[in-house]
């Protein structure tokens, strides 16, 4: 059982920079690939950033690329979701989820996927 928990959410003005943090307990995160989603209210959870076990294999959706960079830190299992240039956004809950897997370089894009889910964190963008 992993058990997760997002911090790092806030407040931030349209151009500035957060940096959400996931820890993990339970199990070390050495065999599970990670990923990013947000939810606004009354829409889906999308998948936002994806790491494979080894950190070598890193994806993002189209509208974060180049600003959201996903990162993961094994000794202090944690990991990370760095956003820059934050657009003006309807809120959004960012949640982080782990998922074994045994390719070292696989990432997936699909919340089904995940097993593992954490409370997630607000994050509010203004104008």
């Not at 809950?93 to 894009?109: G, H, I, N």
Request: net charge positive.
């Amino acid at each position: 059982q992993v058990q997760l928990v997002e911090s790092g959410g806030g407040f931030v003005q349209a151009g500035g920079s957060l940096r959400l943090s996931c820890a993990a307990s339970g199990r070390t995160l050495t065999n599970y690939a990670m990923g990013w989603f947000r939810q606004a209210p009354g829409k889906e959870r999308d998948f936002v950033a994806a790491i494979s076990r080894s950190g070598g294999n890193t994806q993002y959706t189209d509208s974060v690329k180049g600003r959201f960079f996903i990162s993961r830190d094994d000794a202090k299992n944690t990991v990370y979701l760095q956003m820059d240039s934050l657009n003006p956004e309807h809120p959004a809950v960012y949640y982080c989820a782990a998922r074994e897997a045994f390719p070292r370089d696989e990432v997936s894009l699909f919340s089904s996927s995940y097993r593992y889910w954490g409370q997630g964190t607000q994050v509010t963008v203004s104008s």
